[in-house]
C-alpha cells in the first residue's frame, strides 16, 4: 500500500531559527514529489515540485531535498517568519498518471 | 488569490440531501482537480477532469460524482449525504493537466452535514 509518512508532526521554533521537515515514503513506481503549504482554512500552495532526477530545488527560503534510493525528503526553511505557520504536505505520485498520495502534514509555529 | 473560485463558501445541510459544488480555474487553465480534506483522513485527491473528459479518478465514493463543463467550470455533486461527508472541498486547476504541473487550489468549501 502506498504510504506517506511525515515527521515531525508538529513543531514550533522561534522566529529567525531554520528547521527541517521529513517526509518518508513507500510510493511506487515513483514519479515525482510536492511539497504544500497550507494556511489553516485556506487551500494549499504549491512550494516545489520534484522528480527522479531532481535531489534539491528551493523556492525562495524554502529548499527540498528528494533521496529516491531511501524514500526520503526533507523540506527546509531559512530564517523562519511568523507567516510560515502553517501546515506543510507532502505529495508523492506514481506511475504515469496524476494519483497523489497525501502526508498528514506537519503544523509548523513560529513564535516571535 | 489564485484565480480559482469556488461556491459556496460554506454549506450546511443533512444527512440524506443532495449538494453541488461548483468550481471555477483560472483562466486558461484546461485541467480541474478535486480534493477533500477532513480532520480524521487528511487530503485526499478525488477526481480530475482534463477539457471535459474525465483523466483520474481517485479515492471517490460512488455517491460523488463530477463534470466539467464546456466553459470549463466543474461541479462536484455529493448525494445521500452521511455525516462523515462533512470535509472541506477543494477545487485546483492547472494549464494542461500534466503530472508535473503545478496546481493552483481554490479556498474551498466547507461541507457540514447534520
Known amino acids: 500500500k502506498n504510504q506517506v509518512e511525515q515527521s515531525p508532526q508538529s513543531l514550533i521554533i522561534l522566529e529567525g531559527k531554520n528547521c527541517t521537515l521529513q517526509?518518508?515514503?513507500?510510493?511506487?513506481?515513483?514519479?515525482?514529489l510536492r511539497w504544500y503549504k497550507q494556511d489553516t482554512g485556506r487551500g494549499p500552495v504549491s512550494l516545489t515540485i520534484?522528480?527522479?532526477?531532481?535531489n534539491t530545488k528551493s523556492n525562495g527560503r524554502y529548499t527540498a531535498t528528494l533521496d529516491a534510493d531511501t524514500k526520503q525528503s526533507s523540506l527546509h526553511i531559512t530564517a523562519s517568519q511568523l507567516s510560515d505557520s502553517a501546515s506543510y504536505i507532502c505529495?508523492?505520485?506514481?506511475?504515469?498518471?496524476?494519483?497523489?498520495?497525501f502526508g498528514r502534514g506537519t503544523s509548523l509555529i513560529v513564535h516571535p | 488569490d489564485s484565480g480559482v473560485t469556488q461556491t459556496p463558501k460554506h454549506l450546511i445541510t443533512a444527512t440524506g440531501q443532495r449538494v453541488t459544488l461548483r468550481c471555477s480555474p483560472r483562466?486558461?487553465?484546461?485541467?480541474v482537480y478535486w480534493y477533500q480534506q477532513s480532520l480524521d483522513q487528511g487530503l485526499q485527491f478525488l477526481i480530475q477532469?482534463?477539457?471535459?473528459?474525465?483523466?483520474a479518478k481517485g479515492n471517490i465514493l460512488e455517491r460523488f460524482s463530477a463534470q466539467q463543463f464546456p466553459d470549463l467550470h466543474s461541479e462536484l455533486n455529493l448525494s445521500s449525504l452521511e455525516l462523515g461527508d462533512s470535509a472541506l472541498y477543494f477545487c485546483?486547476?492547472?494549464?494542461?493537466?500534466?503530472?508535473?504541473?503545478?496546481?493552483?487550489f481554490g479556498p474551498g468549501t466547507r461541507l457540514l452535514v447534520l
Open positions: 505529495v508523492v505520485s506514481g506511475g504515469g498518471s496524476y494519483i497523489p498520495t
Open positions: 520534484m522528480t527522479f532526477s531532481e
Open positions: 477532469y482534463y477539457n471535459g473528459e474525465e483523466r
Open positions: 517526509c518518508n515514503y513507500t510510493v511506487s513506481p515513483f514519479s515525482n
Open positions: 483562466s486558461g487553465d484546461l485541467s
Open positions: 485546483a486547476s492547472s494549464v494542461l493537466g500534466g503530472v508535473l504541473e503545478t496546481q493552483y
